[in-house]
Nanobody, 126 residues
Framework: QVQLVESGGGLAQAGGSLRLSCAAS????????MGWFRQAPGKEREFVAA????????DSAESVKGRFIISGDNAKNTVYLQMNSLKPEDTAVYYC???????????????????WGQGTQVTVSS
């Protein structure tokens, strides 16, 4: 039942910022966890950041710590990824993902997410 739609991607210069949004369908936010993943050309999809349903637990990849912040607004059924101090290596398609059932997997576990958005392109120029 849950559908995810990303927005906010685009072109940014190195050192700049972008804010990605992921809107979940439905009157209530039913995911047990939400995450952001990215995939660059020729590379496998990788974990970026994730947040528990309660918002009490967050995690992020070492490559983005101190630069990216994940947050959620349950009232708006939306999760955000604030990306600061962007680097050219951040260039990728960014995907929003959700768990619709409880899972014992850790937040960075890509395989634990069963609902995915269509992706939004982020390009960072040098």
């Amino acid at each position: 039942q849950v559908q995810l739609v990303e927005s906010g991607g685009g072109l940014a210069q190195a050192g700049g910022s972008l804010r990605l949004s992921c809107a979940a369908s439905g009157r209530t936010f039913s995911s047990f966890a939400m995450g952001w993943f990215r995939q660059a050309p020729g590379k496998e999809r990788e974990f970026v950041a994730a947040i528990s349903r309660s918002g009490r637990i967050t995690d992020s990849a070492e490559s983005v710590k101190g630069r990216f912040i994940i947050s959620g607004d349950n009232a708006k059924n939306t999760v955000y990824l604030q990306m600061n101090s962007l680097k050219p290596e951040d260039t990728a398609v960014y995907y929003c993902a959700g768990r619709t059932v409880t899972s014992a997997a850790t937040l960075p576990d890509l395989g634990s997410y069963n609902v995915w958005g269509q992706g939004t392109q982020v390009t960072v120029s040098s």
